[in-house]
């Protein structure tokens, strides 16, 4: 009886992976079996025939020896050991043994096909009571049994020879020497056979295999020489075998299941080592691919049911799994939204072959469940308590891991939200300010210092009014519609962004592009002209009819426009110009403004003028007085005085109240100006009393005055302090302001006309109230403005208005005063429509007040001798 074994490649998980390496890799699979069968069943077949002789050890019939052969090929075969290699099995069997009892009990030629015989029928039979196995498998696992025996038998021939008795020293040193060779041979189609349906190198391989089955291999030829010998010597020693053979087994199997349980905990720790990751979909595919290596599983399946993270790579992010098949693929489920990765062992299992088992354990973390593992086992090969146990572990680690990287992956959310949203424009997504800060100015410094750039601020009008009356909603969408309209505007390389409420600004970077690119930048036609058609085209575009909730809506923009060579100015610089431009446009009522550097100078003047102001209110030669003498129309005498303001600036030389009497009445100054014009105005008043004019100064006093309860003790003050009667004081009011606080406004007016000033109605016909003005309080003198003055002798309406003045005048006992009267016409059709007092150049421009007393005795020597007793203190 014989029988080979040693290592047989049990592969059974393996057949055509996808991609190119798999597919070539089965085909060489298939080379290698076909070839191994081959030669198997040629070398047993002219084995069979040779004639060879070898003395018998019992004397059996041939047909016993070769029945034994078969017999103890298949016993090998039956107490088999497997170990996982990879996604594979390989199997160490009683090889060596039923080759030492082969060898010597059946005819010497017959053995390799005594041995075809046994194995293939041994693993027909395990594969009939166990699970399925390819035909193909069974044939291929045979036939290397077969050629290994058919060199190791060849070997052990060689050396003992026809004529070596059974028993001799010859013989075992060449049953010895055979069985070495028989486990080479298995040992190498195996090694080959599983180096190329596995993963692993052969090196691996092969180490794997020669640690497990050396021992193996000494007692297997221990066990065989000894039957041997027992045999020969005395057949009652052959009572000894099955309890050797039982605790060799035993012990084998010992030695076996500690090798594969050390390498399982190793690729555990393997494995769960690189479970770190910063995604779940990275996680997941490590998971896949640990637990298949692991536990040498058939397919894995993680399934999670964490919160999913909006991401844009979501969708498929296991697919492209780096270095992997590629079969790891991730399934979004419907419904509660859990995600689900699967991963199959590269190779496909044999056809029809039965399914390990199938072991699934919850992924928990604290009392949070992160999912479920699901492991399909290849074979079981070690007890299902202990992998049960093994995969156990494995789900507590890869939860754990999971949980890490969805704490990640929204820590890496939660920065990428930060960093974009520090840039850009939570409503609309345009950049912010700060990004087109320091965008814009990347752009400007990668231009050519000459290379002209534009900015463009725009500024919604009456986007409160949007606001207040639809809702905060509408105000938003107006803004989303802005910015899409102006996004769809822009072309490459322009920067939008938005820096306010309802600010936008554009970036031009090239802004002379429409000329050739050739074309010298000097020659550039000027660019300013482009740049305003782009602000116009852009208010055009806005200004189309939006539907903001039913509502149709029409957005009115204002833009300013500035122009600027690259290299001259920085990006914070331009927009402080776009914006003063933007002013302007608004103020103009007009959609386009370009920056002009003349209306830029006083708008930072502005700014500074508060302060300056307060410089010259201590200072005592910056604000002085012109006067201009107000006098009779008939008789050109004078009748009082205005007194004017005139700044005196160290830095922009003489300033006209318009450039700074708005700020002035809108800032906490008001009060001290007020006292020091008065002072002014009362100083001067007094000279020119004591020269002998008994004409009253005219003060200009802003409404906002009016709303200041003690304004009519000040003015009480300042006469005090001048010595003055108040009839001598004229405050000239105009009433072309709304007064919040009407109540306030009366109070003071009343205390004045206790006090007994003088109240004059200035600009009369502009103010929209002037009318309702005089029926408050009682005043003394109404100042016709300007305008209708120098429009009167063309316009019949301004003449209404004069006329209208001098007979409310006439009815409320005041007098009626012409504004501006600067030609002789003027003077006579005023005096025609039955106006007494005026004012203006033709009789004279407002003056010094060095000068006043002089042209005052001017006039009054002017007019005739009505005037005498004036003159005649004068000259007395
Ligand atoms: P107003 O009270 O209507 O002053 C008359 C303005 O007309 C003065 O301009 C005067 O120089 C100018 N004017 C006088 N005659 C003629 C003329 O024949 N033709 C022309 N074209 N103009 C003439 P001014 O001095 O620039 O004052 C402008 C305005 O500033 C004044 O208008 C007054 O409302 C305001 N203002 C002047 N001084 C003061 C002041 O001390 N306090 C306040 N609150 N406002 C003042
Ligand atoms: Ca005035
Ligand atoms: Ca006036």
Redesign the pocket.
């Known amino acids: 009886m014989t029988s080979p074994t040693a290592v047989s490649a049990e592969v059974r998980s393996d057949a055509a992976g996808p991609g190119v390496a798999p597919v070539r890799r089965a085909l060489g699979v298939r080379m290698l079996m076909g070839a191994v069968v081959l030669a198997a069943v040629v070398l047993s077949a002219i084995a069979a025939v040779l004639p060879l002789e070898r003395p018998d050890i019992l004397a059996q019939p041939a047909f016993v020896g070769i029945g034994a052969a078969v017999v103890s090929a298949a016993f090998a075969q039956f107490a088999r050991l497997r170990f996982r290699l990879g996604r594979g099995t390989v199997s160490v069997s009683w090889g060596e043994t039923a080759l030492i009892l082969g060898f010597v009990l059946a005819p010497p030629g017959w053995l390799p096909a005594a041995t075809l015989v046994g194995a293939a029928g041994a693993w027909f039979l395990i594969t009939w009571l166990n699970d399925q196995r390819a035909v193909t498998d069974i044939v291929h696992l045979a036939a290397s049994l077969s050629l290994g025996t058919t060199g190791g038998a060849a070997v052990a021939y060689a050396i003992t020879g026809s004529g070596a008795p059974v028993g001799s020293t010859r013989m075992y040193a060449g049953l010895i020497v055979g069985s070495a060779v028989y486990l080479l041979i298995t040992f190498g189609l195996a090694v080959a056979t599983l180096s190329l349906r596995s993963d692993a190198t052969p090196r691996h391989i092969a180490a794997r295999v020669l640690h497990a089955k050396l021992p193996m291999f000494v007692g297997n030829v221990l066990v065989g020489i000894s039957v041997v010998y027992a045999l020969v010597s005395g057949p009652w020693w052959l009572l000894m075998a099955p309890p050797v053979v039982w605790l060799l087994q035993r012990t084998y199997r010992y030695h076996l299941r500690a090798e594969e349980e050390r390498r399982v905990w190793e690729a555990f720790a393997r494995a769960t080592r690189t479970l770190g990751g910063s995604t779940e979909a990275e996680v997941a595919d490590a998971g896949l691919r640990g637990a298949l290596d692991v536990f040498g599983a058939r397919r894995v399946e993680i399934e999670v049911s964490l919160p999913p993270h909006q991401r844009d790579d979501e969708p498929g992010a296991g697919d492209d799994t780096a270095g992997w098949a590629g079969k790891c693929q991730v399934v979004v489920e419907d419904g509660d939204g859990g995600r689900r990765y699967v991963d199959e062992a590269a190779y496909d299992p044999m056809p029809g072959a039965a399914p390990g088992p199938v072991i699934t354990r919850e992924m928990v973390v604290g009392r949070a469940r992160v999912g479920e593992l699901t492991v399909w086992l290849a074979e079981p090969t070690l007890p299902a308590a202990r992998d049960e146990l093994a995969v156990s572990a494995y789900a507590d680690a890869l939860a754990g891991a999971l949980h890490d990287a969805a704490a990640h992956e929204r820590l890496m959310l939660l920065d990428a939200k930060v960093a974009h949203d520090g840039v850009h424009d939570q409503l609309t997504g345009l950049a912010n300010r700060r990004s087109l800060l320091t965008d814009g100015e990347a752009v400007l410094q990668s231009l050519h210092r000459d290379r002209p750039v534009a900015v463009l601020l725009l500024d919604l009008n009456d986007f409160r009014e949007v606001n207040g009356t639809l809702g905060h909603r509408a105000g938003d969408e107006v803004l989303r519609t802005v910015a899409e309209r102006l996004t769809d505007l822009t072309r490459d390389q322009e920067l939008v962004a938005r820096l306010g409420d309802d600010e936008f600004a554009v970036l031009l970077p090239s802004v002379a592009t429409l000329a050739d690119s050739a074309t010298p930048l000097h020659e550039v036609p000027s660019p300013l002209p482009q740049a305003v058609r782009r602000a116009r085209e852009i208010v055009d575009e806005i200004g189309r009819p939006v539907d903001i909730g039913g509502v149709r809506l029409v957005v009115d923009v204002a833009v300013g426009v500035v122009v600027e060579k690259a290299g001259y100015a920085d990006l914070g610089e331009l927009i402080r110009r776009a914006s003063i431009a933007l002013d302007q446009a608004k103020e103009l009522h007009v959609g386009v403004a370009a920056y002009d550097s003349a209306s830029d100078a006083s708008s930072t003047d502005h700014l500074a003028l508060p302060a300056e102001l307060v410089d010259a209110l201590t200072a005592d030669d910056q604000l002085v007085?012109?006067l201009?003498p107000e006098v009779d129309l008939e008789s050109g005498a004078p009748t009082g005085v205005?007194?004017?303001?005139?700044w005196n600036h160290p830095r922009r030389g003489l300033l006209?109240?318009?450039l700074f009497?708005g700020t002035?009445?809108h800032g906490e100054l008001l009060a001290p100006?007020?006292r020091h014009?008065l002072d002014l105005?009362l100083t001067a008043a007094s000279g020119w009393a004591a020269a002998g004019f008994d004409v009253p100064v005219?003060?200009?006093?802003?409404a906002r005055?009016l709303l200041d309860a003690t304004f009519p003790a000040q003015v009480a003050d300042a006469l005090r302090r001048h010595r003055m009667v108040p009839a001598q004081l004229v405050l000239?009011i105009?009433e072309s302001m709304a007064v919040s606080d009407q109540g306030v406004v009366d109070e003071v007016l009343a205390a004045l006309r206790e006090l007994q000033v003088q109240i004059s109605v200035?600009?009369f016909g502009t103010g929209f109230s002037s009318l309702a003005f005089v029926t408050r309080v009682q005043v003394d003198e109404l100042?016709v403005?300007?305008s209708f003055?120098?429009e009167m002798t063309d316009s019949a309406a301004a003449a209404a208005v004069v006329r209208g003045a001098v007979e409310l005048g006439a009815r409320l006992g005041a007098r009626v005063v012409a504004?501006?009267?600067?030609t002789a016409d003027q003077r006579a059709a005023l005096l025609a429509l039955g106006c007494t007092a005026a004012?203006?150049?033709?009789?004279s421009?407002?003056l010094p007040a060095e000068k006043i007393v002089g042209a005052l005795r001017q006039l009054a020597d002017a007019a005739p001798p009505k005037i005498v007793p004036l003159r005649a203190d004068e000259v007395g």
């Open positions: 007085l012109m201009q205005e007194a004017l303001i005139r006209t109240p318009d009497v002035v009445e100006f007020t014009v105005a005219s003060v200009n006093i802003s005055s000239e105009t200035d600009d100042k403005d300007r003055v120098t504004e501006g009267v600067e004012q203006g150049y033709h009789f421009r407002p």
